[in-house]
Every structure is written in structure tokens, then in C-alpha cells.
Nanobody
């Protein structure tokens, strides 16, 4: 198994930026997907960005052009969040899927078994 730890959350005003980091430790493999999920207050987690085993990024429409996911080696992922909006407020989790076939937008909760504990992002108007 692996352990995931997110960092980089905080409080910003609308229009501001944050950079989230996710470090994966333990039984890390080269071929895997890493994704970021957003859980807004009172709602279920929703995938917002993922990077697949080929290194291709995938985003939901609401964050395209504002968020950028990247990966450093096999075990670190970043989520650069620009032009933040109040609706981006919530807890952000990273998730890990060790799978050589993980190609494409894996952004569903049930596609991941390994999760971090999350980092809080608050965007004020």
C-alpha cells in the first residue's frame, strides 16, 4: 500500500492562486494515475484534475484554463490553482491508482483506492 499526503492549502481572496502538493510514499510504481478531488462543503468529492500513466493531464470543464496538474517523478503531484473562485472552496484530496492501463481521464471516486487526508482551501469573495 501507499500513503498520500497533501499540503499547500490555505485562505486566499478570489482571483488568487495556490499550489497544492501531493507526496506518495510506500509501494509506488512507475505506471499509475494521480488525481485531485474537490469536496465542497456539504457535497461529495468530485474529480477536478488527473494525470495518467503517459503524463497526459485531464480536467473537468470548470477548472480548464485555471488549474494545472503536474507530476514530478512517480510520487509527487502538484495542482497549480489560479484565478480561484469562492466555489473552489473546500477540501482537496489526492488519490493514487497503480495501473499500467491507467490512460485517460480517471476522475471518478470509485476508480481510486488510495487517498490522502486532504488539505483545506478557502476562497473569499
Amino acid at each position: 500500500r501507499v500513503q498520500l499526503k497533501e499540503s499547500g492549502g490555505g485562505s486566499v481572496q478570489a482571483g488568487g492562486s495556490l499550489r497544492l502538493s501531493c507526496v506518495v510514499s510506500g509501494s509506488v510504481v512507475r505506471n499509475s494515475c494521480i488525481a485531485w478531488f474537490h469536496r465542497a462543503p456539504g457535497k461529495d468529492p468530485k474529480g477536478v484534475a488527473g494525470i495518467d500513466t503517459r503524463g497526459d493531464p485531464h480536467y473537468i470543464d470548470s477548472v480548464k484554463g485555471r488549474f494545472t496538474i503536474s507530476r514530478d517523478n512517480d510520487n509527487v503531484s502538484y495542482l497549480q490553482m489560479n484565478s480561484l473562485k469562492p466555489e473552489d472552496t473546500g477540501t482537496y484530496y489526492c488519490a493514487y491508482r497503480p495501473d499500467v492501463r491507467c490512460i485517460g481521464p480517471y476522475l471518478e471516486v470509485n476508480e481510486y483506492n488510495d487517498w490522502g487526508k486532504g488539505t483545506q482551501v478557502t476562497v473569499s469573495a
